[in-house]
Structures are given as structure tokens and as C-alpha cells.
């Protein structure tokens, strides 16, 4: 019974490791200032500037913020446009070429987004969370075993009501 409670601790502690900036959506951070550890991390193989965040709400609801700043930014609410935008080409790598189809296949997203429906943010959360955090080569830190379902609600929460949902 030790061996088991030894592996699950030490998996909970791989996976705090492993997300501990809490930026499932892989959030770039452009402000000149900034503490790095503190409001910002720096990928180890790309020198990017990522943002971090206390909570897991927090990032996750970052995700939802950035979608929503895109799509201001672009005057559109296209699925397409907005996503090349999030998930461009740059020094961490090529895009992925899926990332439209498997938002829109797996997670029911429209070519139009609507940040008005509840339900939609929050499968749009789950879904880039999904594409920004492959894990294949290390499936125990699949993200599905840091993010459960109320920490998704929770983002939506705060996207949508971000001085209630802190209270």
C-alpha cells in the first residue's frame, strides 16, 4: 500500500512540475516589465516569454480573454481567422496543421465563435488546452489529470464575471 501512495504522490508532484505556470494555452506575455518567475516564464528551447499564473482558473480563463481580444482586434468571430492568429507560426515551432479541425471535430466548436455562450467558451478552453499541451511521449502528464471539469467552469466563471467569480 506504501508502493502505491509513493507513486501517486510522486505523479501529483510530476504534474504540479510539469504545470506549474498554469498557462494551458501556452499564452505569450508582451509587457516590457515584468518579474520573470513572478508574472512571466521563459521557454527553455525558445527564449518566448510565456505568462504565468497563479491559479488554474486564471490561465485557463486567459485563454478565453486572448480569443476575445483577437477577435476584437480582427473585427471577426471566424474560427479560422482567429485561430491563425493564437497559434501562428513562431520561434517555439511550426503550427499545428490540425488545430482548426480538431476544435471543431472533437470539441463541437462553430466556424463562428460565440463568447456569449457558456458552453462554448468552455469547450473552446478544453479544446486548445488539449491542442497546446501534447503529452504523447508522457502520457501521466496528459493534462486531463491537472484540469478537471470545475477548474473549466471556474474560468468561465471568471471570463465572464471576473469580479464575482473572485469573491
Given at each position: ?69 483577437i477577435s476584437?482586434r480582427l ?93
Amino acid at each position: 500500500m506504501a508502493d502505491i501512495n509513493r507513486q501517486t504522490d510522486m505523479l501529483f508532484s510530476d504534474l504540479e512540475k510539469y504545470y506549474q505556470n498554469n498557462n494551458a494555452g501556452n499564452i505569450k506575455y508582451f509587457d516590457d516589465d515584468g518579474i520573470e518567475g513572478v508574472d512571466y516564464y521563459v521557454g527553455k528551447d525558445t527564449n518566448i516569454k510565456y505568462k504565468k499564473f497563479k491559479t488554474k482558473a486564471e490561465g485557463l480563463s486567459d485563454i478565453a480573454n486572448t480569443i476575445k481580444n483577437i477577435s476584437n482586434r480582427l473585427n471577426t468571430n471566424s474560427l479560422k481567422e482567429i485561430m491563425q492568429t493564437y497559434a501562428s507560426d513562431d520561434a517555439s515551432g511550426k503550427r499545428f496543421e490540425e488545430y482548426e479541425p480538431r476544435l471543431k471535430n472533437i470539441f463541437k466548436i462553430p466556424d463562428e465563435i460565440n463568447l456569449e455562450d457558456d458552453e462554448q467558451v468552455k469547450r473552446l478552453i478544453m479544446g486548445i488546452t488539449d491542442v497546446e499541451n501534447p503529452t504523447l511521449d508522457r502520457p501521466e502528464l496528459n493534462h486531463n489529470k491537472y484540469y478537471f471539469e470545475t477548474d473549466y467552469d471556474d474560468a468561465v466563471r471568471l471570463f465572464k464575471d471576473p469580479i464575482t467569480a473572485m469573491e
